[in-house]
């Protein structure tokens, strides 16, 4: 479809061919049960998993790999890294599955650095069943959090894509976005209580269904992206595993009609765990539809009620905005899995996805995608400013290329809309070709209302559209938290303020 024919893909990078630089920190005696210098474990805490950093991974430039790293057992230890580093003005950067795809777990190497892994910290140390609520530590990846929480029956029902490397911490100190469509899209509803250690204190908030006690003490932890402190723990939300479910898929002959059908079932109040648009293009790139249509994907789920009714008002909310539904809906009481064939092919294609752009990244291939939100309103024009930013730096920059879209969760107000862009190999330039197609559209985000990320965070990547959106007082009370909680600035430095 490119145009271009298969490249051979590049060999695997080894530790004999790495280069990384000479490490700048000893391992002492007061660290010696949690620290390491050795150069492969630095290797592996180098980088995130954004493009760039796939890029130089995959050709053995590990520049950016840190000092020292430690793995602390528990919050006692966090206490003792945070003091040390304090002491000797290192830089620590939180760590928790390292899948980042905005520059999040990259320091600046102006002072060493210390990456400060939650990887042995991954107990669920008690589950509430009465309340429904689990005490989960913070370094827990998402395969292992889920094992544990099975025996009770209970799950945490948050699957980002990146489910299967990526961390509790990770996920609250992002603001991470699941896979279900509506209500709990972000982690940040699932929390009743969170502890983060700071260089000034243990900082825990009370465990409560709700309160309307001032500002929200858990909201600023959330989403801090490691400036503030080191999340340990937290009380999470958990329910039972579901047991009803019903899909379907909807064709459109365009894009805009599938749009105008999720936005009828986002406002109906309906509430699909499953509300996925995707446009002709993605449906065909990932096997989900090949006759050119534009594609609504339904689904909804409940551990305790059938879902036949929901399904039905949803279909039929989709077909008066002029789509059809070839296969009906299919309906599952029986606690088994799986759906309609062409969500089960997506399913698939979501997941296998990340693998796919890591190989393609080792044949050369510009390969990427971004996210944002925006209000029902601005949809049109946002979407139509994109592709033609986005069409045009390919253009220029690779000499072509695809663009793909789809939505990821939708509101009463506003889709949640996902690009991935796919262009031909640019040898010896990837990165940079890469930076001034990622400047492309997230300026076209920024100028059509949008928010430079629904879910992905800021990081460093997204720093100048961030700062053009948040409020300047927003960032002065921002910036007083971190000179109160973290008055050495030793936390991740160049995240989401300087
Ligand atoms: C293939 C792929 C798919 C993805 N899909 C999604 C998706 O569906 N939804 C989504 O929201 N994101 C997604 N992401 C982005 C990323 O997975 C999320 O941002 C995730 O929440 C990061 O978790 P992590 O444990 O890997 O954190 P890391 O990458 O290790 O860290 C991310 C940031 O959080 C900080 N941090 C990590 N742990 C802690 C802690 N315990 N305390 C304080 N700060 C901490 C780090 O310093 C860094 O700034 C995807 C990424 C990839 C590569």
């Known amino acids: 479809m490119l145009g271009v024919p298969t490249p051979t893909p590049a060999p695997e990078p080894t530790l004999a061919t790495a ?128 094992r544990q929480l099975a025996p009770h029956g209970l799950t945490l029902r948050h699957f980002p894509q990146s489910f299967e490397f990526s961390t509790l911490g990770g996920w609250l100190a992002t603001r991470a976005g699941g896979h279900y469509a509506t209500l709990m899209t972000h982690v940040d509803e699932l929390v009743e209580a969170v502890t983060m250690v700071t260089p000034r204190g243990v900082y825990a908030t009370r465990r409560l269904p709700a309160s309307g006690a001032g500002p929200s003490p858990e909201r600023l932890v959330l989403g801090s992206e490691g400036i503030l402190g080191v999340i340990t723990e937290a009380w999470m939300r958990v329910v039972p595993r579901p047991r009803f479910r019903a899909s379907a898929a909807l064709h459109f002959p365009s894009f805009r009609e599938a749009c105008d059908a999720a936005r009828a079932v986002a406002q109906a109040g309906l509430h699909p765990a499953n509300c996925r648009v995707l446009d002709e293009m993605e449906a065909r790139l990932n096997f989900v539809a090949d006759d050119g249509s534009a594609l609504l994907l339904l689904g909804f789920e409940s551990a305790d009620h059938p879902v036949t009714h929901a399904i039905e008002r949803a279909v039929a909310l989709a077909v008066a905005e002029g789509g059809a539904c070839p296969r ?110 990622k400047r492309a559209a997230s300026d076209a985000i920024s100028r059509a209302g949008g928010t430079i990320t629904h879910h992905h965070a800021v990081g460093r990547t997204h720093r100048p559209w961030y700062d053009r959106e948040r409020p300047d007082a927003f960032a002065l009370a921002l910036g007083g938290a971190k000179r109160a909680l973290d008055p050495a600035g030793v936390l991740n430095p160049g995240v989401l303020i300087d």
Not at 31 to 38: E, F, K
Not at 377 to 393: C, F, K, M, S
Not at 421 to 431: D, E, K, N, S, V
Request: aromatic residues 8%; charged residues 25%.
């Open 19 to 146: 280069r990384l630089p000479v490490a700048r920190l000893a391992v002492t005696e007061a660290l010696a049960r949690m620290a390491t210098n050795d150069d492969e474990v630095r290797a592996r805490h180098a980088y995130g998993r954004a493009y760039p950093d796939l890029v130089r991974a995959f050709s053995g430039d590990f520049s950016a790999a840190p000092d020292l790293v430690l793995f602390p057992e528990h919050t006692a230890d966090v206490i003792t890294a945070l003091e040390w580093a304090e002491r000797e003005g290192v830089t620590i950067v939180p760590y928790g599955g390292g899948t980042s795809v905005v520059g999040g777990v990259e320091a600046p190497r102006a002072r060493p650095i210390a990456t400060l892994s939650l990887s042995r910290m991954g107990r669920v140390l008690e589950v509430d069943a009465v309340t429904r609520a689990a005490r989960i530590e913070a370094g827990a990846m998402g395969p292992d959090l889920e």
């Open 328 to 437: 009906g809906v299919t309906i599952k009481d029986d606690g088994a899995r799986g759906g309609d064939a062409a969500a089960e092919r997506w399913r698939q294609a979501f997941f296998d996805g990340p693998y796919l752009q890591s190989a393609l990244v080792t044949m050369g291939f510009v390969v990427d995608t971004f996210e944002t939100a925006c209000t029902w309103a601005a949809l049109p024009r946002l979407d139509a400013e994109i592709r033609e930013a986005v069409g045009a730096a390919m253009k220029r920059e690779l000499g072509g290329g695809l663009l793909t879209c789809r939505f990821t969760h939708v509101y009463p107000d506003g889709p949640a809309p996902y690009y991935t862009w796919l262009a031909p190999p640019a040898p010896g330039r990837q990165i940079e070709a890469w930076s001034a197609v």
